[in-house]
């Protein structure tokens, strides 16, 4: 037979039962739905922590404290010696590979100013800080190392603060109080959003580093620091600067060879890297979810068709013969299968992109639908339609004409 003629055929079969061919073919439509809508959202996750990690800064490089030990117990990060002001100048002389290094000191409390009150975190840094963080000002201006070295108290603001306290103000040069510490605003951040933890990014206060500790952060010592963040020159140049920074921090700890570092170095690559398996991981096992329901799908294909074959015993015997060879009648039957795939898989594709857009919109969340989840998808459910097509497929073609014709 002619491929016309079994498609012909083969399409007459499938519309003669609209109903039991749309019930077919809604296992496919579920499973093909889910798989976008799966996929999707676990990109969407991995594209939004990826952001996130990007907003740290460019090329970043973290210094912590280590972990103590006692005996044979580690104690834990930052449970060991703390980082020094020395630390952060020894690194600024000594390093080839780094253009800025800034210190982190955390701190927090109420603020006073404009309209009210307000809760936030109190960061303070070098003046280099918001360069290596690669954090823009909307408004106004950076503070010096001039403000660092003289500990000028000065800050500049997140968006939600400005927000909150100074709603249709200009917060520029007015004053506010950090925990009855009086500071100037000189500056507004833009804005950054939710981080991937959920936490408010805009929600914060920056200041020079020597401010804060000596201001706020009382009993944790004038020269003592929690972090370092550095900027390598370059992403090939990662690894050097890290070498770099233990090779100086070791130096300055007067670590002897063989001994533990007393110090824990990672790079944004890391943290990128380990939150990308973190995300694939979770895709994955959505994907393989939702791939369960495709799999279902296929199951009832082969059911119906093998129904089929038995409903349609004595056609085939009829077309076996008037000449109709064995591979014509595999070649029917499995036109048949694959063309209730794909068409349940295109069905699928359509509802799986609304239903996305339908969660983006009620739950807030970030989805990313990509054409390579839509190509594998479509593609998968054409092989779902072969796999489980050929068994019927096979049967109706190796029945035997005269048996066949004899059918009732």
Known sequence: MKWQNLIKVAFKSIFKNKMRTFLTMLGIIIGVGAVIVMVAIGKGAEQRIQSQISSLGTNLIMVFPGAARQGSVHMG????????????????????????????????????????????????????????????????EKYSATDVRAQNKVCIIGKTIAKELFDGEDPIGQPLRIRNVPFKIIGVLTERGQSAFGSDQDDVIIAPFTTVMSRLSGGHGPRRIGQFLCRAQSLKAMDRAQEEIRTV???????????????????????????AESTQTMTVLLASI?????????????????????????????????????????????????????????????????????????????????????????????????????????????LNPIEALRYE
Do not use: C
């Not at 002001?85 to 600024?92: C, I, K, P, Q, Y």
């Not at 130096?251 to 944004?268: A, K, L, P, V, Y």
């Not at 039957?333 to 996305?356: H, K, P, Q, R, W």
């Open 290 to 398: 939702a791939g369960i329901s495709l799999m279902v799908g296929g199951i009832g294909i082969m059911n119906i068709m093998l129904v089929s074959v038995t409903e349609r015993t004595r056609e085939i015997g009829i077309r076996m013969a008037i000449g109709a060879r064995g591979s014509d009648i595999l070649t029917q039957f499995l036109i048949e299968a694959v063309t209730l795939s794909l068409s349940g898989g295109f069905i699928g594709i359509m509802i799986g992109i609304l239903a996305t857009y339908i969660v983006k919109a009620a739950t807030n969340w970030q989805t990313l639908i990509t054409p390579m989840t839509v190509t594998l998808s479509f593609g998968f459910a054409g092989l779902v339609g072969i796999f489980f097509g050929f068994y019927p497929a096979r049967k109706a073609a190796s």
């Open 249 to 275: 921090l070791r130096e300055s700890h007067r670590i002897e060879e063989g001994e533990d570092d007393d110090f824990t170095i990672r790079n944004q690559t890391e943290f990128a890297n380990l939150a």
């Open 77 to 140: 990060p930052g449970t060991g010696r703390e980082l020094s002001t020395d630390d952060m100048d020894r690194l600024r002389k000594n390093t080839t590979l780094l253009t800025a290094v800034s210190p982190v000191v955390r701190s927090g409390g109420q603020i006073v100013g404009g309209n009210g009150n307000w809760s936030t975190s109190i960061y303070g840094g070098s003046e280099d800080y918001l360069d290596i963080r690669d954090w823009k000002l909307s408004s106004g």
